[in-house]
Nanobody
Framework: QVQLVESGGGSVQAGGSLRLSCVAS????????MGWFRQAPGKEREGVAV????????YYADSVKGRFTISQDNAKNTLNLQMNSLKPEDTAMYYC??????????????????WGQGTQVTVSS
């Protein structure tokens, strides 16, 4: 049973930083695609960043390029998202997702088979 558990959310002021982590367990495939999504109240869930494990590519939403960095720690089966220069519009529930490294566009919810429960990020102005 694949499990994804996020942590690291919280409340910060605009311009601050947070680091989200997602511990993954229960999967045996070496190469997977892991991503971060977010969903603000009243809005659709949107892709933030993705990485293909095993040294693959990374992609970012235009709204976070240059501010967010996605990374993986293979030894700890952990996916991280370093978020700098946070803005009030970054406020959302952030979700970790895992899926095969092929198929749908990385921003598509259908590209992922497993989702975490989410961690809340609140940025005040």
């Amino acid at each position: 049973q694949v499990q994804l558990v996020e942590s690291g959310g919280g409340s910060v002021q605009a311009g601050g930083s947070l680091r989200l982590s997602c511990v993954a367990s229960g999967y045996t495939v070496r190469i997977v695609r892991m991503g971060w999504f977010r969903q603000a109240p009243g809005k659709e869930r949107e892709g933030v960043a993705v990485i293909t494990t095993g040294g693959g590519s990374t992609y970012y939403a235009d709204s976070v390029k240059g501010r967010f960095t996605i990374s993986q720690d293979n030894a700890k089966n952990t996916l991280n998202l370093q978020m700098n220069s946070l803005k009030p519009e970054d406020t959302a529930m952030y979700y970790c997702a895992l899926g095969p490294p092929y198929g749908f566009n990385w921003k598509s919810l259908g590209a992922y088979n497993y989702w975490g429960q989410g961690t809340q990020v609140t940025v005040s102005s």
